[in-house]
Protein backbone atom coordinates (compact mmCIF):
# COMPACT_ATOMS: atom_id res chain seq x y z
CA UNK A 1 0.00 0.00 0.00
CA UNK A 2 1.35 3.35 -1.34
CA UNK A 3 1.76 6.15 0.97
CA UNK A 4 -1.04 8.52 -0.96
CA UNK A 5 -3.38 5.01 -0.63
CA UNK A 6 -3.60 5.54 2.76
CA UNK A 7 -3.65 8.89 3.31
CA UNK A 8 -6.80 8.92 0.85
CA UNK A 9 -7.96 5.78 3.10
CA UNK A 10 -7.40 8.01 6.16
CA UNK A 11 -9.10 10.60 4.51
CA UNK A 12 -11.88 8.49 3.41
CA UNK A 13 -12.65 6.80 6.18
CA UNK A 14 -12.61 10.22 8.51
CA UNK A 15 -15.48 11.47 6.24
CA UNK A 16 -17.56 8.44 6.73
CA UNK A 17 -17.30 8.73 10.15
CA UNK A 18 -18.49 12.21 9.87
CA UNK A 19 -21.51 11.60 8.30
CA UNK A 20 -22.48 8.88 10.77
CA UNK A 21 -22.03 11.58 13.58
CA UNK A 22 -24.43 13.94 11.47
CA UNK A 23 -26.79 11.48 11.25
CA UNK A 24 -26.84 10.18 14.49
CA UNK A 25 -27.53 13.21 15.78
CA UNK A 26 -29.88 14.42 13.63
CA UNK A 27 -31.64 10.88 14.86
CA UNK A 28 -31.73 11.62 18.45
CA UNK A 29 -31.87 15.31 18.92
CA UNK A 30 -35.41 15.16 17.28
CA UNK A 31 -36.96 12.37 19.31
CA UNK A 32 -39.89 14.56 20.84
CA UNK A 33 -40.48 15.75 16.57
CA UNK A 34 -40.88 11.87 16.00
CA UNK A 35 -42.92 10.89 18.76
CA UNK A 36 -45.21 14.06 17.90
CA UNK A 37 -45.23 12.45 14.55
CA UNK A 38 -46.20 8.85 14.51
CA UNK A 39 -48.33 9.91 17.79
CA UNK A 40 -46.04 7.38 20.15
CA UNK A 41 -46.93 7.41 23.60
CA UNK A 42 -44.75 7.75 26.53
CA UNK A 43 -45.50 4.26 27.55
CA UNK A 44 -44.18 2.85 23.56
CA UNK A 45 -41.45 5.43 23.63
CA UNK A 46 -38.79 3.47 25.14
CA UNK A 47 -39.71 0.48 23.22
CA UNK A 48 -38.88 2.34 20.36
CA UNK A 49 -35.63 3.44 21.61
CA UNK A 50 -34.52 0.49 23.16
CA UNK A 51 -35.01 -1.57 20.03
CA UNK A 52 -32.23 0.59 18.07
CA UNK A 53 -29.71 -0.55 19.83
CA UNK A 54 -31.22 -3.89 20.52
CA UNK A 55 -30.90 -4.49 16.52
CA UNK A 56 -27.40 -2.69 16.24
CA UNK A 57 -26.02 -5.07 18.19
CA UNK A 58 -27.21 -7.48 16.03
CA UNK A 59 -26.25 -5.51 13.01
CA UNK A 60 -22.53 -5.90 14.83
CA UNK A 61 -22.79 -9.48 15.51
CA UNK A 62 -23.85 -10.40 11.75
CA UNK A 63 -21.05 -7.88 10.36
CA UNK A 64 -18.39 -10.56 12.23
CA UNK A 65 -20.00 -13.20 9.78
CA UNK A 66 -20.05 -11.28 6.94
CA UNK A 67 -16.27 -9.78 6.95
CA UNK A 68 -15.12 -13.26 7.45
CA UNK A 69 -15.97 -13.46 3.25
CA UNK A 70 -16.31 -10.22 2.13
CA UNK A 71 -13.64 -6.99 3.27
CA UNK A 72 -14.88 -4.49 5.85
CA UNK A 73 -14.91 -2.01 3.46
CA UNK A 74 -17.67 -3.52 0.92
CA UNK A 75 -19.94 -3.56 4.21
CA UNK A 76 -19.03 0.51 4.64
CA UNK A 77 -19.53 1.40 1.58
CA UNK A 78 -23.32 -0.56 1.54
CA UNK A 79 -24.55 -0.27 5.27
CA UNK A 80 -23.76 3.87 5.68
CA UNK A 81 -26.37 4.87 2.63
CA UNK A 82 -28.56 2.44 3.71
CA UNK A 83 -28.35 4.61 7.33
CA UNK A 84 -28.63 7.57 5.36
CA UNK A 85 -32.25 6.16 3.59
CA UNK A 86 -33.35 4.85 6.79
CA UNK A 87 -32.65 7.90 8.42
CA UNK A 88 -35.04 9.83 5.61
CA UNK A 89 -37.60 6.97 5.93
CA UNK A 90 -38.26 7.68 9.98
CA UNK A 91 -39.20 11.61 8.72
CA UNK A 92 -41.42 10.35 5.32
CA UNK A 93 -43.65 8.54 6.93
CA UNK A 94 -46.92 8.63 8.42
CA UNK A 95 -48.06 5.25 10.02
CA UNK A 96 -46.47 3.75 13.04
CA UNK A 97 -45.23 0.99 11.01
CA UNK A 98 -43.47 3.18 9.14
CA UNK A 99 -41.15 4.42 11.67
CA UNK A 100 -40.75 1.20 12.98
CA UNK A 101 -39.62 -0.06 10.01
CA UNK A 102 -37.58 2.44 9.07
CA UNK A 103 -35.80 2.44 12.62
CA UNK A 104 -35.09 -1.37 12.53
CA UNK A 105 -33.26 -0.57 9.25
CA UNK A 106 -31.63 2.40 10.62
CA UNK A 107 -30.61 0.22 13.97
CA UNK A 108 -29.51 -2.94 12.26
CA UNK A 109 -27.28 -0.95 9.08
CA UNK A 110 -26.21 1.31 11.71
CA UNK A 111 -24.80 -2.05 14.07
CA UNK A 112 -23.22 -3.01 10.62
CA UNK A 113 -21.70 0.14 9.79
CA UNK A 114 -20.17 1.15 13.65
CA UNK A 115 -18.39 -2.56 12.84
CA UNK A 116 -17.01 -2.04 10.05
CA UNK A 117 -15.42 1.26 10.23
CA UNK A 118 -13.78 0.96 13.15
CA UNK A 119 -12.54 -2.66 11.38
CA UNK A 120 -10.78 -0.42 8.79
CA UNK A 121 -9.88 2.18 11.45
CA UNK A 122 -7.50 -0.43 13.66
CA UNK A 123 -6.02 -1.31 10.09
CA UNK A 124 -5.33 1.69 8.98
CA UNK A 125 -3.75 2.65 12.28
CA UNK A 126 -1.84 -0.78 12.04
CA UNK A 127 -0.64 0.05 8.92
CA UNK A 128 0.60 3.64 10.18
CA UNK A 129 2.28 2.13 13.09
CA UNK A 130 1.24 4.85 15.44
CA UNK A 131 -2.36 5.96 16.89
CA UNK A 132 -4.70 7.69 14.59
CA UNK A 133 -7.55 5.62 16.01
CA UNK A 134 -8.70 9.12 18.43
CA UNK A 135 -8.61 11.07 15.02
CA UNK A 136 -11.70 9.35 13.30
CA UNK A 137 -13.79 9.44 16.33
CA UNK A 138 -12.74 13.33 16.40
CA UNK A 139 -14.28 13.56 13.03
CA UNK A 140 -17.60 11.59 14.39
CA UNK A 141 -17.74 14.37 17.29
CA UNK A 142 -17.50 16.84 15.01
CA UNK A 143 -20.38 15.32 13.00
CA UNK A 144 -22.71 14.89 15.86
CA UNK A 145 -22.01 18.86 16.37
CA UNK A 146 -22.82 19.62 12.91
CA UNK A 147 -25.98 17.32 12.68
CA UNK A 148 -27.24 18.74 16.86
CA UNK A 149 -26.62 22.34 15.10
CA UNK A 150 -29.03 21.36 11.93
CA UNK A 151 -31.61 19.63 14.01
CA UNK A 152 -31.64 22.74 16.38
CA UNK A 153 -32.25 25.21 13.18
CA UNK A 154 -35.23 22.41 12.05
CA UNK A 155 -36.74 22.59 15.28
CA UNK A 156 -36.43 26.72 15.62
CA UNK A 157 -37.78 27.17 11.82
CA UNK A 158 -40.85 24.36 12.99
CA UNK A 159 -39.44 22.12 10.01
CA UNK A 160 -40.99 18.97 9.28
CA UNK A 161 -38.80 15.82 9.65
CA UNK A 162 -38.64 15.24 6.29
CA UNK A 163 -37.46 18.86 5.18
CA UNK A 164 -35.28 18.76 7.59
CA UNK A 165 -33.73 15.73 6.57
CA UNK A 166 -34.16 15.79 2.70
CA UNK A 167 -31.07 18.45 2.39
CA UNK A 168 -29.05 16.51 4.79
CA UNK A 169 -29.15 12.98 2.99
CA UNK A 170 -29.21 14.20 -0.78
CA UNK A 171 -26.08 16.46 0.08
CA UNK A 172 -24.08 13.44 2.25
CA UNK A 173 -25.62 10.13 0.32
CA UNK A 174 -23.18 11.49 -2.32
CA UNK A 175 -20.44 12.56 -0.71
CA UNK A 176 -20.53 9.03 1.59
CA UNK A 177 -20.68 6.94 -2.10
CA UNK A 178 -17.75 8.61 -3.84
CA UNK A 179 -15.69 8.51 -0.75
CA UNK A 180 -16.16 5.34 -0.15
CA UNK A 181 -13.94 4.59 -3.29
CA UNK A 182 -10.67 5.07 -1.32
CA UNK A 183 -11.53 2.97 1.65
CA UNK A 184 -8.43 0.78 2.07
CA UNK A 185 -7.69 -2.08 4.77
CA UNK A 186 -3.77 -1.41 5.38
CA UNK A 187 -3.18 -4.95 4.03
CA UNK A 188 0.21 -6.20 4.78
CA UNK A 189 0.24 -4.39 7.93
CA UNK A 190 0.22 -7.77 10.13
CA UNK A 191 3.27 -8.49 8.84
CA UNK A 192 2.95 -12.45 8.92
CA UNK A 193 0.68 -13.40 6.27
CA UNK A 194 -0.51 -15.52 7.80
CA UNK A 195 -4.43 -15.13 7.61
CA UNK A 196 -7.10 -17.18 5.48
CA UNK A 197 -8.38 -15.66 2.27
CA UNK A 198 -11.30 -14.69 1.44
CA UNK A 199 -13.84 -15.80 -1.64
CA UNK A 200 -12.50 -12.52 -3.56
CA UNK A 201 -8.46 -13.14 -2.96
CA UNK A 202 -8.44 -10.77 -0.17
CA UNK A 203 -7.07 -11.43 3.27
CA UNK A 204 -9.75 -12.55 5.96
CA UNK A 205 -9.89 -11.07 9.41
CA UNK A 206 -9.87 -14.31 11.41
CA UNK A 207 -5.95 -15.30 10.87
CA UNK A 208 -3.93 -16.63 13.02
CA UNK A 209 -1.83 -13.80 13.64
CA UNK A 210 -2.80 -13.05 16.98
CA UNK A 211 -4.43 -16.84 17.50
CA UNK A 212 -8.04 -17.80 18.14
CA UNK A 213 -10.34 -14.81 19.44
CA UNK A 214 -10.38 -15.61 23.26
CA UNK A 215 -13.59 -14.01 25.32
CA UNK A 216 -12.09 -13.74 28.09
CA UNK A 217 -9.27 -11.79 26.70
CA UNK A 218 -11.55 -9.63 25.43
CA UNK A 219 -13.94 -9.53 28.58
CA UNK A 220 -11.74 -6.46 30.08
CA UNK A 221 -11.87 -4.42 26.83
CA UNK A 222 -15.79 -4.85 26.82
CA UNK A 223 -16.73 -3.99 30.53
CA UNK A 224 -14.31 -0.79 29.26
CA UNK A 225 -16.44 -0.12 26.63
CA UNK A 226 -19.74 -0.81 28.91
CA UNK A 227 -18.46 1.65 31.41
CA UNK A 228 -17.99 4.41 28.76
CA UNK A 229 -21.01 4.52 27.21
CA UNK A 230 -22.82 4.34 30.18
CA UNK A 231 -21.14 7.25 31.28
CA UNK A 232 -21.63 8.77 27.73
CA UNK A 233 -25.53 8.16 27.88
CA UNK A 234 -25.59 9.70 31.30
CA UNK A 235 -24.27 12.96 29.96
CA UNK A 236 -26.71 12.67 26.85
CA UNK A 237 -29.81 11.73 28.53
CA UNK A 238 -29.70 13.18 32.19
CA UNK A 239 -27.69 16.28 31.73
CA UNK A 240 -29.85 18.77 31.27
CA UNK A 241 -32.72 17.49 33.53
CA UNK A 242 -29.91 17.55 36.06
CA UNK A 243 -29.21 21.31 35.52
CA UNK A 244 -32.25 22.65 35.40
CA UNK A 245 -33.94 20.06 38.14
CA UNK A 246 -31.38 19.75 40.79
CA UNK A 247 -29.11 22.52 40.39
CA UNK A 248 -32.07 24.99 39.68
CA UNK A 249 -30.56 26.31 36.60
CA UNK A 250 -32.69 27.98 33.39
CA UNK A 251 -34.34 26.14 30.75
CA UNK A 252 -32.61 28.16 28.76
CA UNK A 253 -28.70 26.98 30.67
CA UNK A 254 -29.31 23.37 30.73
CA UNK A 255 -29.61 22.82 27.09
CA UNK A 256 -25.91 23.92 27.34
CA UNK A 257 -23.88 21.00 29.12
CA UNK A 258 -24.27 18.34 26.58
CA UNK A 259 -23.27 20.98 23.70
CA UNK A 260 -20.20 22.10 25.83
CA UNK A 261 -19.75 17.97 26.61
CA UNK A 262 -19.61 17.81 22.63
CA UNK A 263 -17.33 20.43 21.78
CA UNK A 264 -14.62 19.03 24.61
CA UNK A 265 -15.04 15.45 23.61
CA UNK A 266 -14.21 16.87 19.78
CA UNK A 267 -10.96 18.71 21.44
CA UNK A 268 -9.95 15.93 23.55
CA UNK A 269 -10.06 13.98 20.45
CA UNK A 270 -8.61 16.09 18.76
CA UNK A 271 -5.51 15.97 20.62
CA UNK A 272 -5.87 12.42 21.84
CA UNK A 273 -3.86 10.58 19.81
CA UNK A 274 -0.43 12.86 20.34
CA UNK A 275 -1.05 12.17 23.60
CA UNK A 276 -0.98 8.33 22.82
CA UNK A 277 2.36 8.76 20.59
CA UNK A 278 3.67 10.91 23.47
CA UNK A 279 2.95 9.32 26.55
CA UNK A 280 1.66 5.70 25.28
CA UNK A 281 -2.52 4.30 25.46
CA UNK A 282 -2.27 3.38 29.09
CA UNK A 283 -1.49 6.31 30.56
CA UNK A 284 -3.42 8.45 28.21
CA UNK A 285 -6.59 5.89 29.20
CA UNK A 286 -5.50 6.38 32.99
CA UNK A 287 -5.48 9.83 32.42
CA UNK A 288 -9.10 9.88 31.10
CA UNK A 289 -10.76 7.79 33.51
CA UNK A 290 -9.43 9.56 36.48
CA UNK A 291 -10.46 13.22 34.66
CA UNK A 292 -13.96 11.49 33.80
CA UNK A 293 -14.26 9.85 37.46
CA UNK A 294 -13.43 13.39 38.44
CA UNK A 295 -15.98 14.78 36.60
CA UNK A 296 -18.69 12.66 37.66
CA UNK A 297 -17.78 13.88 41.28
CA UNK A 298 -18.42 17.40 40.95
CA UNK A 299 -21.16 17.35 39.16
CA UNK A 300 -22.72 14.90 42.49
CA UNK A 301 -21.95 17.52 44.60
CA UNK A 302 -22.42 20.97 42.53
CA UNK A 303 -23.85 23.36 45.07
CA UNK A 304 -25.03 25.23 41.21
CA UNK A 305 -25.15 25.36 37.47
CA UNK A 306 -21.82 26.77 36.72
CA UNK A 307 -19.87 24.13 39.20
CA UNK A 308 -22.06 21.67 37.45
CA UNK A 309 -21.07 22.97 33.87
CA UNK A 310 -17.31 22.50 35.17
CA UNK A 311 -18.13 18.68 36.03
CA UNK A 312 -19.43 17.98 32.57
CA UNK A 313 -16.65 19.96 30.84
CA UNK A 314 -14.46 17.15 32.26
CA UNK A 315 -16.35 14.28 31.80
CA UNK A 316 -15.89 15.37 27.79
CA UNK A 317 -12.05 15.66 28.01
CA UNK A 318 -12.11 12.24 29.95
CA UNK A 319 -14.41 9.90 28.60
CA UNK A 320 -13.13 11.06 24.92
CA UNK A 321 -10.26 9.23 24.53
CA UNK A 322 -12.07 5.71 25.95
CA UNK A 323 -13.66 4.18 23.29
CA UNK A 324 -11.14 4.68 20.36
CA UNK A 325 -8.67 3.34 22.12
CA UNK A 326 -10.56 0.48 23.72
CA UNK A 327 -11.12 -0.62 19.62
CA UNK A 328 -7.57 0.01 18.83
CA UNK A 329 -6.47 -1.90 22.34
CA UNK A 330 -8.49 -5.08 20.77
CA UNK A 331 -6.53 -4.84 17.40
CA UNK A 332 -3.17 -4.97 18.91
CA UNK A 333 -4.65 -7.74 21.08
CA UNK A 334 -6.08 -9.80 18.16
CA UNK A 335 -3.66 -8.80 15.06
CA UNK A 336 -4.93 -11.11 13.10
CA UNK A 337 -8.26 -11.92 14.03
CA UNK A 338 -9.02 -7.68 14.75
CA UNK A 339 -12.00 -7.80 12.51
CA UNK A 340 -13.65 -10.43 14.65
CA UNK A 341 -12.74 -8.67 17.83
CA UNK A 342 -13.73 -5.48 16.68
CA UNK A 343 -17.01 -6.65 15.93
CA UNK A 344 -17.59 -8.47 19.44
CA UNK A 345 -16.53 -5.40 20.81
CA UNK A 346 -18.92 -2.65 19.67
CA UNK A 347 -22.10 -4.49 20.79
CA UNK A 348 -20.88 -3.36 24.50
CA UNK A 349 -21.26 -0.01 23.06
CA UNK A 350 -24.84 -0.77 22.62
CA UNK A 351 -25.06 -2.50 25.77
CA UNK A 352 -23.22 0.54 27.94
CA UNK A 353 -26.42 2.75 26.18
CA UNK A 354 -28.85 0.43 27.03
CA UNK A 355 -27.88 0.32 30.53
CA UNK A 356 -26.58 3.99 31.14
CA UNK A 357 -29.95 5.91 31.20
CA UNK A 358 -32.25 3.80 32.94
CA UNK A 359 -29.84 2.72 35.22
CA UNK A 360 -29.33 6.49 36.63
CA UNK A 361 -33.20 7.22 36.42
CA UNK A 362 -33.98 4.21 38.42
CA UNK A 363 -31.90 5.32 40.89
CA UNK A 364 -32.54 8.85 40.67
CA UNK A 365 -36.22 7.63 41.05
CA UNK A 366 -35.15 5.82 43.92
CA UNK A 367 -32.41 7.75 45.75
CA UNK A 368 -31.33 11.03 44.45
CA UNK A 369 -29.81 12.32 41.41
CA UNK A 370 -26.54 13.39 43.25
CA UNK A 371 -26.11 9.67 44.28
CA UNK A 372 -26.66 8.37 41.02
CA UNK A 373 -23.99 10.49 39.65
CA UNK A 374 -21.87 8.22 41.98
CA UNK A 375 -22.15 5.09 40.07
CA UNK A 376 -20.81 5.74 36.64
CA UNK A 377 -18.14 7.33 38.63
CA UNK A 378 -16.91 4.32 40.15
CA UNK A 379 -18.16 2.40 37.16
CA UNK A 380 -15.03 4.62 35.18
CA UNK A 381 -12.84 4.31 38.07
CA UNK A 382 -12.74 0.87 37.52
CA UNK A 383 -11.40 1.18 33.84
CA UNK A 384 -8.21 1.91 36.22
CA UNK A 385 -7.97 -2.07 37.13
CA UNK A 386 -8.12 -3.52 33.51
CA UNK A 387 -5.61 -0.19 31.91
CA UNK A 388 -2.82 -2.73 31.19
CA UNK A 389 -5.13 -4.42 28.71
CA UNK A 390 -4.06 -1.52 26.48
CA UNK A 391 -0.76 -2.73 25.88
CA UNK A 392 1.52 -2.97 24.63
CA UNK A 393 1.83 0.72 22.77
CA UNK A 394 0.77 1.31 19.25
CA UNK A 395 4.14 1.07 18.12
CA UNK A 396 4.08 -2.66 18.76
CA UNK A 397 2.60 -5.05 16.19
CA UNK A 398 2.58 -9.04 15.16
CA UNK A 399 4.65 -10.88 17.35
CA UNK A 400 6.31 -8.07 19.48
CA UNK A 401 8.39 -6.92 16.22
CA UNK A 402 8.28 -3.09 16.14
CA UNK A 403 7.37 -2.03 12.63
CA UNK A 404 9.21 1.06 11.27
CA UNK A 405 7.04 4.52 11.72
CA UNK A 406 5.64 5.72 8.21
CA UNK A 407 6.72 9.20 9.60
CA UNK A 408 5.94 10.25 5.89
CA UNK A 409 2.66 9.14 5.79
CA UNK A 410 0.21 12.31 6.45
Not at 45 to 50: D, N
Not at 105 to 123: E, H, I, K, Q, R
Not at 365 to 392: E, I
Amino acid sequence: MTDAGLRHGRASLGLSFGVQGVAFALLVTRIPAIQDQYGISDGLLPVFLAAVPILAGVGSVATEKVVARVRPSIVLRWAQPLVLLALLGVGAGREMWHVAVALGVFGLAVGALDASMNMLGVSLQRAYARSIMTGFHAAYSLGGIAGASLAWAGARWELSLLVSYLPVVAVLLPVALIGSRWYTEGKGAEGNGAEGKRPDGTEAGAGSAGGALSFKLLLPLCLIMTFAYIGDSTVSNWSAKYLQDVLGSSEQLATVPYNVYMVTTLLGRAVGDLGVRRFGAVAVVRGGSLLAAGGFAVVAVAPGAWVGMLGFTMLGFGLCVIVPQTFAAAGRMFPGNSDAAVARLNIFNYVGFLVGSPLVGALGDAWSYRGAMLVPMVLVLATLVYARAFGPEPARYGGGHERPRTADVG
